[in-house]
């Protein structure tokens, strides 16, 4: 199933900050696959609006998901609502910020 390989491609694009996947800082808000377009469809939200890192991050989505033989096109749209807290990042994520000396 195409979704599923999209969450598995989310899981290894890390923030350009820390090494944490986007899905384990929480910041994919849905994923969707349109099979006639053969186009992924994302929500996705920052930490911040003024992160530094936005266009970079949707960057190596594209080209994560570009990599799947059954996707043609990625379209990302940033939400702001739901709002971005620390209680978005997954517990592996927050285990692996510690180690690196961030508070979460």
């Keep these: 199933m195409v979704e599923a390989r999209i ?8 923030d350009p900050e820390i090494p944490v996947s986007v899905l ?3 910041l994919i808000v ?3 696959y349109d099979s006639e377009a053969r ?7 920052y ?3 003024g992160c530094p890192a936005m266009d970079f991050i949707q960057d190596d989505i594209r080209e ?7 996707i043609d ?4 749209e940033v939400v702001w609502d739901p709002v971005w807290t620390k209680d978005r990042i997954r517990s592996d994520a927050r ?6 000396g961030i508070a979460v």
Aim: aromatic letters at 2%.
């Design 24 to 26: 384990g800082m929480g």
């Design 30 to 32: 849905s994923v969707a």
């Design 64 to 70: 994560a998901l570009l990599a799947d033989p059954d």
């Design 95 to 100: 285990a692996t910020m510690r180690e690196l």
């Design 39 to 45: 186009r992924a469809d994302l929500e996705i939200t």
């Design 7 to 14: 969450w598995e491609a989310l899981r290894h694009v890390e």
């Design 47 to 49: 930490t911040a609006m």
């Design 73 to 76: 096109s990625v379209e990302i």
